[in-house]
Nanobody, 127 residues
Framework: QVQLVESGGGLVQAGGSLRLSCAAS????????MGWFRQAPGKAREFVAA????????YYADSVKGRFTISRDNANNTAYLQMNSLKPEDTAVYCC????????????????????WGQGTQVTVSS
Protein backbone atom coordinates (compact mmCIF):
# COMPACT_ATOMS: atom_id res chain seq x y z
CA GLN A 1 0.00 0.00 0.00
CA VAL A 2 1.12 3.55 -0.72
CA GLN A 3 -0.43 6.83 0.38
CA LEU A 4 -0.24 9.86 -1.90
CA VAL A 5 -0.60 13.52 -0.92
CA GLU A 6 -0.57 16.32 -3.46
CA SER A 7 0.43 19.92 -2.81
CA GLY A 8 1.39 23.03 -4.70
CA GLY A 9 -1.90 23.99 -6.28
CA GLY A 10 -3.30 27.50 -6.21
CA LEU A 11 -4.45 30.49 -8.19
CA VAL A 12 -2.19 31.81 -10.96
CA GLN A 13 -2.57 34.16 -13.89
CA ALA A 14 -2.45 32.89 -17.44
CA GLY A 15 1.15 32.50 -18.56
CA GLY A 16 2.33 31.74 -15.04
CA SER A 17 3.83 28.62 -13.52
CA LEU A 18 3.16 26.20 -10.70
CA ARG A 19 4.93 23.10 -9.46
CA LEU A 20 2.81 20.33 -8.02
CA SER A 21 4.26 17.75 -5.66
CA CYS A 22 3.05 14.26 -4.87
CA ALA A 23 4.52 12.87 -1.66
CA ALA A 24 4.33 9.12 -1.24
CA SER A 25 4.51 7.12 1.95
CA UNK A 26 4.25 3.45 2.61
CA UNK A 27 5.93 0.90 0.42
CA UNK A 28 8.97 1.45 -1.75
CA UNK A 29 8.34 4.48 -3.93
CA UNK A 30 10.87 3.48 -6.56
CA UNK A 31 8.78 0.54 -7.82
CA UNK A 32 5.85 2.76 -8.79
CA UNK A 33 5.10 4.46 -12.06
CA MET A 34 3.60 7.85 -11.29
CA GLY A 35 0.89 9.63 -13.20
CA TRP A 36 -0.86 12.96 -13.05
CA PHE A 37 -4.50 13.36 -14.05
CA ARG A 38 -6.87 16.29 -13.89
CA GLN A 39 -10.61 16.82 -13.73
CA ALA A 40 -12.37 20.05 -14.56
CA PRO A 41 -15.95 20.73 -13.41
CA GLY A 42 -18.44 18.78 -15.49
CA LYS A 43 -15.73 16.89 -17.34
CA ALA A 44 -14.23 13.45 -17.12
CA ARG A 45 -10.87 12.86 -15.51
CA GLU A 46 -8.12 13.11 -18.12
CA PHE A 47 -4.53 12.03 -18.39
CA VAL A 48 -1.86 14.73 -18.06
CA ALA A 49 1.53 13.05 -17.69
CA ALA A 50 3.28 9.90 -16.47
CA UNK A 51 6.75 8.67 -15.66
CA UNK A 52 7.68 4.99 -15.69
CA UNK A 53 8.83 3.18 -12.57
CA UNK A 54 12.39 3.13 -13.90
CA UNK A 55 12.23 6.84 -14.62
CA UNK A 56 13.58 6.40 -18.14
CA UNK A 57 10.40 7.38 -20.01
CA UNK A 58 7.85 10.12 -19.68
CA TYR A 59 4.53 10.54 -21.45
CA TYR A 60 2.34 13.60 -21.94
CA ALA A 61 -1.08 14.55 -23.17
CA ASP A 62 -0.89 16.56 -26.36
CA SER A 63 -2.58 19.48 -24.62
CA VAL A 64 0.33 19.92 -22.18
CA LYS A 65 3.31 18.72 -24.21
CA GLY A 66 6.05 21.33 -24.22
CA ARG A 67 4.54 23.19 -21.24
CA PHE A 68 4.45 20.58 -18.44
CA THR A 69 7.27 18.39 -17.15
CA ILE A 70 6.88 15.34 -14.92
CA SER A 71 9.76 14.14 -12.79
CA ARG A 72 10.46 11.92 -9.82
CA ASP A 73 12.85 12.00 -6.87
CA ASN A 74 13.14 8.53 -5.42
CA ALA A 75 15.37 9.70 -2.58
CA ASN A 76 12.55 11.91 -1.33
CA ASN A 77 9.62 9.69 -2.37
CA THR A 78 8.13 12.51 -4.40
CA ALA A 79 6.85 13.06 -7.91
CA TYR A 80 6.54 16.51 -9.43
CA LEU A 81 4.62 18.23 -12.18
CA GLN A 82 6.17 21.49 -13.34
CA MET A 83 3.55 23.50 -15.18
CA ASN A 84 4.60 26.47 -17.28
CA SER A 85 2.73 28.79 -19.65
CA LEU A 86 -0.51 27.96 -17.88
CA LYS A 87 -3.80 28.60 -19.64
CA PRO A 88 -7.33 29.05 -18.25
CA GLU A 89 -8.23 25.66 -19.74
CA ASP A 90 -5.68 24.05 -17.40
CA THR A 91 -7.99 24.86 -14.49
CA ALA A 92 -8.87 21.59 -12.73
CA VAL A 93 -8.29 19.41 -9.72
CA TYR A 94 -4.98 17.62 -10.28
CA CYS A 95 -4.45 14.16 -8.81
CA CYS A 96 -1.42 11.94 -8.73
CA UNK A 97 -1.59 8.18 -9.02
CA UNK A 98 0.76 5.23 -8.58
CA UNK A 99 1.05 1.87 -10.29
CA UNK A 100 3.68 -0.75 -9.39
CA UNK A 101 6.12 -1.50 -12.20
CA UNK A 102 4.16 0.53 -14.71
CA UNK A 103 5.96 1.16 -17.99
CA UNK A 104 3.56 1.04 -20.91
CA UNK A 105 2.75 4.33 -22.63
CA UNK A 106 -0.70 3.08 -23.56
CA UNK A 107 -1.56 1.72 -20.11
CA UNK A 108 -0.20 4.64 -18.11
CA UNK A 109 -2.56 6.99 -19.95
CA UNK A 110 -5.55 5.13 -18.50
CA UNK A 111 -7.11 5.79 -15.08
CA UNK A 112 -7.84 2.07 -14.83
CA UNK A 113 -4.14 1.24 -14.75
CA UNK A 114 -3.45 2.84 -11.38
CA UNK A 115 -3.96 1.21 -8.00
CA UNK A 116 -3.42 4.24 -5.75
CA TRP A 117 -4.68 7.81 -5.91
CA GLY A 118 -4.22 11.02 -3.99
CA GLN A 119 -7.03 13.39 -3.03
CA GLY A 120 -6.03 16.10 -5.45
CA THR A 121 -5.03 19.75 -5.43
CA GLN A 122 -6.92 22.60 -7.08
CA VAL A 123 -5.25 24.60 -9.85
CA THR A 124 -7.03 27.72 -11.04
CA VAL A 125 -5.70 29.79 -13.93
CA SER A 126 -7.23 33.22 -14.40
CA SER A 127 -7.36 34.99 -17.74
Amino acid sequence: QVQLVESGGGLVQAGGSLRLSCAASGRTFSIYAMGWFRQAPGKAREFVAAVTWTGDSTYYADSVKGRFTISRDNANNTAYLQMNSLKPEDTAVYCCAAEPFGSSDYKLRSTYEYDYWGQGTQVTVSS
